[in-house]
């Protein structure tokens, strides 16, 4: 009788400690599956963030740079245009009115000043010479002009567009509107002669870059290098 009681108390003593085991064992491996699992899934979501972001701000850079450049492009494209056709502003708004001459329109850019560029008419009035209708553009954030070059390399260029003329001509630092010789208007004032075209380099701050190339021609095109 003895002998059977104890059985049975160390078998049930057994089997407590076999369903104690049990559902220790289902808690480790459940907690334990879980939590590796999240931390995978965490992991993966991390990577995944990151990469997103980073292509995002790439592609972002890559686009500001690319309109920044088509918008020179355009603009060099649009004082060309008010050259050819003469266009002296409107009078009474700070235009170049008659009897003064409309030397042309140009624009200027300086690596010094990288962050913008500037357009506008040039008008003489007898033996001055003066600009009219300036227009400064900025760049995007983060992009600069790095680079210009036309034979070699420059600080500073000016295009200027003649009326009524095919062509453009180049003209290096100038402290002042000075294009053109105050005796004779179809002279003008030591511009840089080569056979290149001028290549002005945008840059971004994730090092991409774009050049806006024009020939001597006065042809504008852009490219991304």
Avoid: H
């Avoid at 355009?74 to 409309?102: E, F, H, T, W």
């Avoid at 200027?160 to 100038?174: C, D, S, T």
């Avoid at 080569?194 to 042809?219: C, F, H």
């Amino acid at each position: 009788m003895t002998i059977a009681i104890l059985l049975n108390c160390y078998i049930a003593k057994l089997a407590k400690q076999k369903r104690q085991f049990n559902n220790l064992t289902i808690q480790q491996l459940s907690f334990g599956f879980t939590l590796i699992e999240l931390l995978i899934v965490i992991s993966l979501m991390g990577l995944a963030g990151s990469l997103v972001t980073t292509y995002y701000l790439t592609f972002e850079r890559g686009q500001r740079l690319k309109n920044a450049a088509l918008t020179l492009k355009n603009d060099v494209r649009y004082v060309q245009n008010k050259a050819l056709s003469g266009d002296k502003g409107v009078p009474g708004a700070g235009g170049c009115v008659s009897p003064s001459i409309l030397g042309g329109w140009y624009l200027e850019f300086s690596t010094g000043s990288n962050t913008s560029y500037r357009y506008a008419g040039d008008c003489l009035s007898g033996a001055a010479e003066a600009d009219f209708n300036s227009k400064p553009v900025n760049l995007p954030d983060g992009i600069r002009i790095t680079r210009l070059n036309y034979g070699s390399d420059r600080s500073e260029v000016n295009i200027l567009f003649r009326p009524l003329a095919q062509g453009v001509e180049f003209f290096g630092i100038m402290g002042s509107v000075d294009f053109i010789d105050n005796t004779n208007p179809e002279i003008l004032n030591s511009p840089i002669t080569s056979s290149n075209d001028l290549i002005i380099e945008l840059t971004s701050s994730g090092m991409a870059r774009y050049q806006v190339i024009v020939k001597p021609s006065g042809e504008v095109n852009e490219k991304k290098i």
